[in-house]
């Protein structure tokens, strides 16, 4: 059973055997790999009621602490608790180089201003936990066993230090968050315990998950430069204006730039963040189409990859394969007729990805507006280590492990253009 670069070697087994539906044994755990959105949308929405629960990690829950998130809850009354409670939470706020560092922090301090009402600094935060996301790619995906005991003590602080030292800090946002006092009635009202396991879950979910998208879409147009000048086009023809005074995107321009948003939706399908989702494990026996699923079997997916779904050469990044002309010709849009990554990359049913909306608004958001003031390219002398000659990316290049993404890599930023310049200065960013 792999433990690394399990998407591709996922996808292998249901080519190899033909099958949408795969299964292997392991330490006494079954574990099925659906290759197929639709039998994904059978068993895990349809049935959500029989696939809803989590396989227990003893890794990942009793010798790292980390049942404190949510996420690895079986499906039951603390999970429903904690889930209805960072809803709230989302809803009332609505809304390796340097720059590895830079992405971490703007993703940990947006991910600690939601769940605990704490306002971040720019840089070297007195609350460091910024700077020090929880290590998600480490936790076994499904397997029950497994991984060092020395390991887990090393990283069991982290729980400890992410729950309560922001907490103890963010009290008082709890009881005094909103002018009509919403936070407080709701906060209040609960356990202790699921407040603290909720905020540590928007943190710990969310920071490791969107930095790593943010990473992936910088390394797809780092190494693909042909997109970024495509893209960089798009940005000029939309948000400057006839004098050629730039601004800055927002999220109402994302009809109008559609090849940044087919950009986007590749990196999230050639760079799964999670590649094989975290897998769903089944309370009641199952039947489906003659297989029998029985209760306790965990299950993954790999579909991102999926050539029956996305085209040709799927290990190849090709935000074309996303867009079509549109209707006067003369321009392109999104192709709906090809399935729409998100539809995979965050779950299905009940359990799935309740940031989801959050997620894509901070990739599209970030990719915006890096693209419309910067140029990022890796340097020509160090192409050679990433992409191969035939435009492939070096899968050596990819942590592929639970939650996936690019090793350190090189990749000068400069700004783009005077109009660039002008829009930083505008915004009080010295050059
Ligand atoms: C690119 C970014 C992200 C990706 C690709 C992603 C993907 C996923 C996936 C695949 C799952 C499992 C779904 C399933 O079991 O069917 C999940 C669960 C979860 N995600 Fe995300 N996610 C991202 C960002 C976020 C953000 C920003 C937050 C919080 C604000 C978040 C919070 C959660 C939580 C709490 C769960 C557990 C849900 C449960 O077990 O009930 N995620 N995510």
């Not at 996305?310 to 074309?320: I, K, L, M, V």
């Not at 970030?366 to 990433?386: D, G, M, V």
């Amino acid at each position: 059973m792999p433990l690394d670069s399990m998407g591709p070697v996922y996808a292998s087994w249901a080519k190899r055997f033909n099958s949408d539906l795969v299964s292997a044994s392991a330490l006494g755990t079954t574990l099925v790999v659906i290759d197929s959105y639709d039998i994904a949308v059978e068993l895990l929405e349809k049935r959500a009621a029989k696939y809803s629960s989590r396989p227990v990690s003893v890794m990942a829950c009793e010798l790292m602490g980390w049942d404190c998130i949510f996420a690895f809850l079986p499906y039951s009354d603390a999970w429903r608790d904690r889930r209805k409670l960072f809803r709230f939470l989302l809803d009332l706020n609505e809304t390796p180089d340097e720059f590895y560092g830079l992405v971490r922090h703007m993703v940990g301090g947006l991910a600690i201003s939601l769940a605990y009402g704490l306002p971040i600094q720019r840089r070297h935060d007195p609350l460091h936990m910024v700077d020090a996301i929880p290590a998600l790619k480490h936790i076994p995906a499904w397997c029950p066993g497994g991984g060092s005991k020395r390991f887990a003590n090393a990283n069991k602080w982290m729980s400890g230090a992410f729950r309560a030292e922001p907490y103890e800090k963010a009290d008082k946002s709890f009881w005094h968050r909103g002018p009509n006092g919403r936070a407080s009635e709701v906060a209040k009202g609960r356990d202790l315990e699921v407040i603290l396991d909720t905020a540590c879950t928007i943190f710990a979910t969310s920071a490791d998950t969107s930095t790593n998208s943010i990473l992936s879409f910088i390394f797809a147009l780092a190494t693909h430069p042909e997109y970024r000048r495509k893209i960089h086009a798009e940005l000029d023809s939309v948000l400057a204006d006839r004098s050629g005074t730039l601004r800055l995107p927002t999220l109402e321009d994302r009809e109008s730039l559609p090849f940044l948003m087919a950009a986007v939706m590749e990196s999230q399908r050639w760079a799964p963040v999670i590649p094989i989702g975290i897998p769903h494990r089944t309370t009641e026996d199952d039947v489906f189409e003659g297989y029998s699923i029985p209760k306790g079997t965990a299950q993954a997916r790999s579909m991102l990859n999926n050539e029956k779904v996305f085209g040709p050469d799927p290990y190849s990044y090709n935000p074309e394969r996303f867009i079509r002309p549109n209707a006067t010709g003369k321009g392109v849009e999104i192709n709906p007729s090809v399935r729409h990554p998100n539809t995979i990359a965050f779950g299905f049913g009940r359990r799935s990805c309740p940031g989801s909306h959050l997620a894509q608004s901070t990739l599209w958001l970030t990719a915006a507006c890096l693209l419309t003031l910067y140029e990022f390219e890796t340097p020509a002398s160090e192409k050679a280590n990433y992409v191969g000659p035939d435009g492939s990316i070096d899968k050596e290049r990819w942590d592929a492990g639970f939650v996936c993404h690019p090793r350190p890599f090189k990749c000068e930023f400069k700004v783009r253009s005077p109009q660039a310049a002008a829009l930083l200065a505008e915004l009080g960013i010295e050059m």
